[in-house]
């Protein structure tokens, strides 16, 4: 039986188009099929419970050490921090940072390279948990427990996840930098429940269209599956989360009007409410342990996690353990500055004058805070305060979507579609409610507004990554070489009208080769496409 459920997963492998690297990257196990899913109640919960387990597991795709970008969805978080500009490693030692290739132009991000394979085969990985789920259960079968029908909606609603992210991830933008017009309008192969071997190998990027069209028709079917299913934990997508989902791509798609209404529902559905401040500053729970705002996710188990791959031991200012205590993760200067003294985020980070202006709560001492860098996170504590155990200082939540995103979804969407002024009095009602009492943004311009919610975005999801997918969208133009600029080295002084060419992540090689219709279907190499350092304060040319 062993050696047939081997065979068994190696197959439901080759369907997700890894045949180039199946050894390396997947190895033999004793994976379960969605036959023997279907089969038993107790295998459907055990495949249910693996979903969030498989989120935070260190070293996914290669199984061993490896990478050490190789982290499961947190990847996702620095990742997209590091994509914005908006973190820099200002430690001794810089080159600890492994996540510094999406925010530099000095290192290999193209095809062959471990920035374009982990993200794409940990995405697809995910994929292929929510596919043996998806094809165990017949939803329209009027039999099905709630329980069983609810696996399945949870299941729709990760796999739209996932293919959002991928299309986040993937699909071109044009940029004055690098030639994307043979691929713009490209998103990723579909790969479901139903795709075989023989159709991985000829199986073209979808879409813009037909992806969003094919998320939408999963989260219609996650709603229909969640009405009356309630999950044990939100570890676990529910309802309100599938709204989430839809309101963040309808914001993707430029579905405003739609996007306006489902970041709404989620947020009634949900009925938390924001970070306060104490509970953001918390030296022992501070974005550790999920409060009433997160509406998802994850947890690092104390007995399966390792000392260098786990989220806290990359982002927390206090860790004495992992990577952070030699990079040192640290906001940029000009985001931090645009943090308004009477917005109590600012306390995230720590403040050129320290306690002159600020009373850290920390748990390390003061020697500490006066010793380390400037700008410094404080945001991700270690649970309980432990900084020297990894084992339990490590063991902590990590949110995968919070209520306040909603909100901002909503501002912005609202004032596209129903007036710019309608839109500022969302916006100026959440800050002013949750984050700053002072707070009084005014204009009549529509993309003004759209740059300021991003903004926000920014802050309020510094290390979670969420304001990537606007940023994307809206282009801004990415200012890392200015006057008092802390990006360490000129590696990092970049400064790229529009987005950063990098933000359009390339197909690694070994899927291109499993796949014929990937060939010169790929998106271009951004490596070494911008001069640095970048002119104080101008653009750079195209290399």
């Not at 696996?151 to 996932?162: L, M, Q, S, T």
């Not at 309630?230 to 989902?245: D, E, H, K, Q």
């Not at 949900?270 to 022992?284: A, C, L, N, R």
């Not at 001492?365 to 309980?384: E, M, Q, S, V, W």
Request: charged share 20%; hydrophobic share 35%; with cysteine.
């Amino acid at each position: 039986m062993k050696t047939v459920n081997k065979l068994l997963s190696l197959l439901a492998v080759a369907a997700l188009m890894l045949t180039g690297c199946i050894d390396e990257t997947f190895p033999e196990g004793d994976t379960a099929t969605s036959e023997q899913i279907g089969a038993s109640a107790t295998a459907l919960e055990a495949s249910l419970n693996g979903i969030p387990s498989q989120m935070s597991q260190g070293y996914l795709v290669y199984g061993g050490q490896t990478h050490e970008t190789d982290m499961a969805y947190p990847q996702f978080m620095i990742m997209q921090t590091e994509l914005l500009g908006d973190m820099y490693p200002l430690g001794s030692n810089s080159g600890y940072d492994w996540y510094r290739n999406y925010n530099t132009f000095n290192g290999v991000v193209g095809e062959t390279s471990y920035f374009a394979y982990l993200p794409w085969f940990t995405l697809y990985k995910f994929i292929k948990s929510a596919n043996d789920i998806i094809a165990a259960v017949d939803i329209t079968d009027e039999s099905l427990s709630p329980s069983i029908k609810g696996a399945a909606g949870v299941a729709y609603a990760c796999r739209a996840f996932d293919y959002y992210l991928l299309t986040v991830f993937f699909e071109p933008v044009e940029n004055k930098y690098t030639d994307c017009s043979k691929v713009l309008g490209l998103t990723v192969p579909f790969v479901t429940e139903e795709t075989t071997g023989e159709i991985a190998k000829n199986n073209p990027r979808a879409s813009h269209n037909d992806m969003i069209a094919f998320i939408l028709s999963d989260l219609d079917k996650a709603e229909q599956c969640l009405e009356d299913y309630t999950p044990s934990s939100r570890m676990f997508p529910g309802l309100a989360v599938a709204y989430g989902i839809k309101a963040k791509v309808y914001l993707l798609d430029g579905q405003y009007d739609k996007a306006a209404e489902y970041a709404r529902k989620a947020i009634d559905t949900f009925g938390g409410t924001p970070v306060t401040q104490s509970q953001w500053e918390d030296p022992t729970t501070g974005f550790c342990v999920a409060n009433q705002a997160w509406m998802w996710y994850v947890n690092y188990a104390a007995e399966s996690m390792g000392n260098l791959c786990n989220f806290t031991g990359w982002m927390s200012g206090e860790a004495d353990w992992g990577y952070s205590s030699l990079t040192r993760p640290s906001i940029d200067k000009s985001l931090y500055d645009k943090i308004a003294a009477t917005d109590f985020r600012k306390h995230t980070f720590l403040d050129p004058q320290k306690f002159d202006f600020y009373n850290y709560q920390t748990s390390r001492d003061a020697a500490y805070i006066n010793d380390a860098p400037a700008h410094l996170t404080l945001k991700f504590r270690c649970k309980g305060g432990d900084w020297e155990t990894y084992s339990i200082g490590g063991a902590v939540d990590v949110p995968v979507m919070r209520v306040e995103e909603m909100y901002l979804i909503e501002a912005e969407a609202v004032g596209a579609s129903q007036g710019v002024g309608a839109g500022v009095a969302k916006l100026n009602g959440f800050m002013k409610t949750y984050r700053q009492p002072d707070y009084n943004f005014t204009t009549s311009d529509l993309r003004t507004f759209q740059l300021e919610v991003l903004t926000q975005m920014r802050i309020e999801f510094w290390g979670e990554g969420n304001a990537f997918p606007t940023a994307k969208r809206l282009k801004p133009g990415v200012m890392q070489n200015y006057e008092g600029t802390n990006a360490p080295s000129d590696i990092f002084k970049v400064n790229c009208e529009g987005i950063k060419p990098i933000w359009n992540l390339v197909i690694p090689i070994s899927e291109v080769q499993a796949n014929v219709a990937l060939e010169g279907n790929n998106n271009p190499d951004p490596t070494a496409t911008i001069v640095y350092p970048s002119p104080v304060g101008q653009y750079s040319d195209k290399k």
